[in-house]
């Protein structure tokens, strides 16, 4: 019966029942037994209360209001009919519909599983080679125990997967046989149906023993053998499984000479031998690669290898075989042993130290000419399928005359100078000097044969130019022997030619900055030496290997002209030379400026005078004033001096403060401090404005004493008297009387009479026109004589008496 998954089974599912979760649908494509009606919106029953399902199912019969009846069998139906009958989040269709479907559908969230057990018999540790059963239990709980479910069990060791299978009983058994080491691992079981899935506790099965893995066999592929051939070995664990680690050994070796790591039971390897070896033993041991723990397996059987010898040493001959000398012709002759079967098949080389001389089948001869270099050991080789022979004898050459020695008068000499090499040699026996033929010596210069070869054994060049020097070597020829001495170097010098000093760039430098000086001569062999002088006194020195030298000098702030010379030499003092003088201007850049007025306060109509200076400055020296802090500069003059003096007429506009500033050659201006100037009035202005302020003081004083005047003058009384006594007494009494009774007048005058001495005396109180409130009172004394009998009466109305009216605090004295 297959199983196929739906198109439904991606539709919506809410309205599924509550009590289960659908992951899966799956139904049952068996045609039905008969059409059952169903009508959707009555739902179904379960053990729980479930919402309305959809039933979308292949010969259903779906009966309803909204949906039009209809018999489906085809995939037609399935396709199109359930969409046309869905509403809203509840699937109506007018397909018919399998009951057993419907049954198939409800049971989708009908599986409970609730617990997966796996279980190891028997349990570890487990004896080498023994079964074991691992047993996977389900716990599960069915809303309709008469139907079968298939469940999925899976066996994992580690998180490999080792057995699976589908079946429908509660549990399921996976055997293990003749359980070995590789079999130590930790296993668990997992469970599906429908849709659910668990799995069990990991449990570990450890298998062991005294030697829980096998030992191995050992096989080679023969026994005995040829020299130059090889023995396949091969380790094999047949009973074990998984990943091995093979260890080989030879002739019982402490540490295996081969370790291969195999996938597979079994490994496979070759070994070579030792000329020398004639026997050799083999055995090994295995290890399981993911149970490290459980150590080596025990070691197989020793197996034995025998090594037939196949060749023999070559045979060597020397001739002569001594008193052999430097120019006579030696024979070397090396062939295979015939008494070998494959003498007539081995390869023979005759080498000396690393050089192969030559090399043949069978037999090889050598000959040439003996040198002093031929001297030493000689190894005949036979070799045959990688297996080798050899025999070493020993060649001596005696040396007929020794190496030339290359002896020159002088290595360094001046251009003109004189050049004399000789070489050298001697013959090394004297027994051969009857019979030798002469030296002939020949001179080289740079590799190039400078003189034919000849008995002379010397040079010599009285006045040796420049193209003389170089590298100089003598070869000595006898009896077709040629020997080279050592290389001797001979230098020729050039001596130095008057050297010129030039200045690279301006002759005026900056104090403080660098001056470039190039100092060269035209000729001169390197190295030369160059001095730079400042007078007599050296200020650099630089050796070099070409005509020209620059030197970079810092000037001194001295602020003046420096001569200076280069001396150039190259072979000594003797060959040094002076050159001409160069003069440098060392340009001292301004310092700060000083600003100084001449008066601090200046009249108005007078001279402002300011004084700017520089401690130290090469002349000329540019000076310009300022005023505060305007762009354009009141004064501007260059002068060779280091103070500038700036004088201006000026007026109170000129009230400021005032700066200047410095510059000259070097480029760079400095700014003086900041002076304040303050400008007064004139001196006739000052004096006007005096002598108008007195005159206002005077004008004030005399208006003051002018108004006090007029003041006394409103205050006075004029008080006559008649020659009648009664009528003046009757005017005092009454205006007495009336101050007494309170009915003075407004102005509040008093007066008041008194006698004095008999004589009655009267006091005014007389208002001046001023204010009533006005403290200060004015009071006169009026004094009344009686007439003189002896003068002349005085007319009526023609007497008067003054009184002058004082102030007092008192209103009566």
């Not at 668990?198 to 570990?204: G, L």
């Not at 306060?601 to 520089?614: D, K, Q």
Request: overall charge positive; proline content about 5%.
């Amino acid at each position: 019966m297959l199983h196929k998954e739906k198109w439904w089974s991606r539709l919506p599912q809410e309205r599924a029942v509550t009590s289960w979760k659908i992951s899966r649908l799956r139904v049952i494509t068996s045609p039905p037994a008969f059409p059952l009606p169903v009508q959707p919106s009555a739902g179904i029953k379960l053990r729980t209360q479930a919402h309305p399902l959809p039933a979308p199912a292949q010969g259903v019969l779906v009966s309803g209001s909204d949906c039009k009846k209809s018999l489906c069998t085809g995939r037609d139906c399935a396709l199109t009919a359930p969409r046309q009958c869905f509403t809203s989040r509840v699937l109506q269709t007018s397909i018919t519909m399998n009951f057993y479907i419907v049954l198939a559908l409800v049971s989708l969230n009908s599986v409970t599983i609730n617990k997966v057990t796996l279980q190891i018999d028997p349990s570890s540790p487990v004896q080498s080679g023994r079964n074991v059963t691992l047993t996977c239990a389900l716990d599960i709980s069915i809303a309709e125990p008469s139907q079968s479910h298939p469940y999925q069990y899976t066996f994992y060791k580690e998180d490999q997967i080792v057995y699976t299978k589908n079946d429908t009983s509660d549990r399921l058994q996976y055997r293990i046989t003749a359980a070995r080491v590789f079999h130590s691992a930790s296993y668990s079981c997992e469970v599906r149906a429908e849709g659910k899935r668990r799995e069990s506790n990991p449990a570990t099965l450890w298998v062991t023993g005294k030697w829980c893995l096998q030992q191995p066999v050992l096989t080679l592929n023969r026994n005995t053998i040829r020299e130059g051939e090889e023995v396949t070995v091969r380790c094999a664990a047949p009973e074990e499984l998984g990943s091995l680690i093979f260890n080989f050994y030879k002739n019982l070796s402490k540490g295996p000479v081969r370790k291969l790591t195999r996938a597979v039971n079994f490994a496979e390897t070759t070994f070579n031998f030792e000329p020398e070896e004639r026997t050799a033993s083999f055995y090994c041991t295995f290890s399981v690669t993911t149970v490290p723990d459980a150590g080596a397996s025990p070691p197989s059987a020793v197996r034995n290898v025998t090594i037939s010898e196949i060749l023999n040493n070559p045979i060597m001959d020397v001739k002569p075989a001594q008193n052999v000398t430097e120019g006579d012709t030696f024979e070397i002759i090396c062939r295979a042993d015939d008494s070998t079967s494959t003498a007539n098949q081995q390869r023979i080389y005759l080498r000396k130290k690393k050089d192969i001389l030559t090399h043949k089948t069978g037999r090889v001869n050598y000959t040439s000419t003996a040198h002093s270099q031929d001297s030493g050991d000689y190894e005949c080789i036979s070799d045959l399928h990688n297996v080798q022979r050899s025999t070493i004898k020993t060649l001596r050459v005696a040396e007929l005359f020794s190496k030339p020695v290359l002896l020159a008068e002088h290595h360094e000499i001046n251009e003109g100078g004189r050049l004399n090499v000789t070489c050298y040699s001697r013959y090394s026996t004297p027994q051969n000097l009857s019979t030798a033929p002469g030296l002939k010596y020949a001179l080289l210069k740079d590799g190039t044969l400078k003189t034919a070869a000849s008995v002379q054994s010397g040079y010599v060049n009285e006045k040796a130019s420049a193209a003389e020097g170089g590298l100089y070597s003598c070869n000595v020829t006898a009896k077709g022997i040629t020997k080279s001495s050592e290389q001797v170097l001979i230098k020729v010098y050039v001596l130095v030619t008057r050297p010129t000093l030039s200045v690279i760039g301006s002759s005026e430098v900056i104090a403080g900055k660098s001056a470039r000086l190039k100092c060269h001569s035209e000729k001169g062999s390197p190295p030369i030496t160059y001095v730079l002088l400042r007078g007599n006194q050296t200020v650099s020195i630089l050796a070099v290997k070409q005509e020209v030298a620059v030197f970079n000098v810092t000037m001194s702030n001295t602020g003046s002209t420096q001569e200076y010379r280069c001396e150039a030499q190259n072979r000594g003092a003797s060959s040094a030379k002076l050159s001409n003088a160069v003069r440098i201007t060392v340009i001292v850049p301004v310092s700060v400026p000083t600003l100084v007025p001449a008066k601090g306060v200046v009249s108005e109509g007078e001279n402002l005078t300011l004084i700017c200076a520089v401690a130290d400055a090469t002349l000329p020296i540019t000076f310009q004033f300022f005023r505060d802090e305007e762009e354009h500069p009141l004064h501007s003059t260059t002068t060779n001096s280091t103070t500038a003096i700036f004088t201006k007429l000026v007026g109170t506009e000129h009230n400021a403060g005032y700066s200047c500033k410095a510059s000259n050659k070097a480029g760079t201006s400095r700014k003086s401090n900041r002076v304040s100037v303050t400008v007064t009035m004139s001196t006739w202005k000052r004096t006007l404005i005096i002598l108008f302020c007195i005159v206002i003081i005077l004008g004030v004083v005399v208006f003051c004493i002018v108004r006090y005047k007029l003041k006394l003058g409103k205050c006075a009384v004029w008080i006559s008297f008649s020659a009648r006594t009664d009528a003046v007494r009757n005017v005092f009494e009454s205006e007495l009387s009336n101050a007494n009774t309170g009915s003075a007048d407004q102005h509040g005058d008093v007066i008041a009479v008194r006698e004095i001495n008999g004589t009655e005396v009267g006091s005014v109180d007389v208002g001046c026109g001023e204010d009533s409130s006005d403290p200060d009172i004015e009071y006169t004394e009026v004094m009344h004589v009686e007439p003189d009998a002896s003068r002349a009466p005085v007319m009526k109305g023609t007497d008067t008496v003054y009184s002058e009216l004082q102030k007092s605090e008192n209103s009566i004295i």
